[in-house]
T-cell receptor, first 112, second 112 residues
Framework: LAKITQPISMDSYEGQEVNITCSHN???????ITWYQQFPSQGPRFIIQ???TKVTNEVASLFIPADRKSSTLSLPRVSLSDTAVYYC?????????????FGTGTRLTVIP | SQTIHQWPATLVQPVGSPLSLECTVE??????LYWYRQAAGRGLQLLFY??????ISSEVPQNLSASRPQDRQFILSSKKLLLSDSGFYLC???????????FGPGTRLTVT
C-alpha cells in the first residue's frame, strides 16, 4: 500500500512562486505522478503529469528527483484564482486500480 | 473535444432507498472509466474502474455497485443506501495508454 503525503495547507502572496511537495516513498516502477487542482464542489482538474526529471506546461512545472520518492508541483506567479486544493495522484491503471493513490490534498490560499 | 457529464448534480435520499448515478463521456471511444467518492473535506477514494463494456473492478467492499452498459456510460448504483454513503461522487475518464484522468462535475449525495 502506497502512502502519499502532502502538506495540509499553504499560504502564499499573489505573484509568488509556490512549490507543493508530495512524498511517495513506495512508488513503483510503472507509477506515474499526476497533479490535480480542485475548487469547492467541482471535479478535480488535471494540471500536469510526469514520470521522472522535469515536466513543464503552460500552467505549471513538475520536478521529480532521480529516486522518484517525492515530487514537487511548481506554480509560477500565483494569483487569487489559484486558491484551491491540490492533489497528487501516484500509480498506474495498468498495474490495477489498487495501484492508484491520491494524496490527502494541500489547501493553497493565495493572499492579496 | 471530449466532455463528461454526470447527473444528477445533487441528490437527497433517505436511508434504505436505492441509488442510481449516471456518467457519460462524449468525444472519445474505449475510455477507461472511474467512480470516486470524496467525503467532506477529505481526499478521493477510488470505488470502481472499468476498461471496457461489462468489465468492472471494485476497489473497496461496500454496498455500491457499478455497471457499464455502453462504451461511454458508467452507472453507480445501490439497492439500499446507508448514512455513510453520503459524499461527493465523481466520475472520471482516461484514454489509454495515457494516464491522466479527466473528471466530471460530480454529484453531491446526502443520505438522511
Amino acid at each position: 500500500l502506497a502512502k502519499i503525503t502532502q502538506p495540509i495547507s499553504m499560504d502564499s502572496y499573489e505573484g509568488q512562486e509556490v512549490n507543493i511537495t508530495c512524498s511517495h516513498n513506495n512508488i513503483a516502477t510503472n507509477d506515474y505522478i499526476t497533479w490535480y487542482q480542485q475548487f469547492p464542489s467541482q471535479g478535480p482538474r488535471f494540471i500536469i503529469q510526469g514520470y521522472k526529471t522535469k515536466v513543464t506546461n503552460e500552467v505549471a512545472s513538475l520536478f521529480i528527483p532521480a529516486d522518484r520518492k517525492s515530487s514537487t508541483l511548481s506554480l509560477p506567479r500565483v494569483s487569487l484564482s489559484d486558491t484551491a486544493v491540490y492533489y497528487c495522484l501516484v500509480g498506474d491503471i495498468v498495474g490495477g486500480a489498487n495501484n492508484l493513490f491520491f494524496g490527502t490534498g494541500t489547501r493553497l490560499t493565495v493572499i492579496p | 473535444s471530449q466532455t463528461i457529464h454526470q447527473w444528477p448534480a445533487t441528490l437527497v435520499q433517505p436511508v434504505g432507498s436505492p441509488l442510481s448515478l449516471e456518467c457519460t463521456v462524449e468525444g472519445t471511444s474505449n475510455p477507461n472509466l472511474y467512480w470516486y467518492r470524496q467525503a467532506a473535506g477529505r481526499g478521493l477514494q477510488l470505488l470502481f474502474y472499468s476498461v471496457g463494456i461489462g468489465q468492472i473492478s471494485s476497489e473497496v467492499p461496500q454496498n455500491l455497485s457499478a455497471s457499464r452498459p455502453q462504451d461511454r456510460q458508467f452507472i453507480l448504483s445501490s439497492k439500499k443506501l446507508l448514512l455513510s454513503d453520503s459524499g461527493f461522487y465523481l466520475c472520471a475518464w482516461s484514454r489509454p495508454p495515457a494516464h491522466e484522468q479527466y473528471f466530471g462535475p460530480g454529484t453531491r449525495l446526502t443520505v438522511t
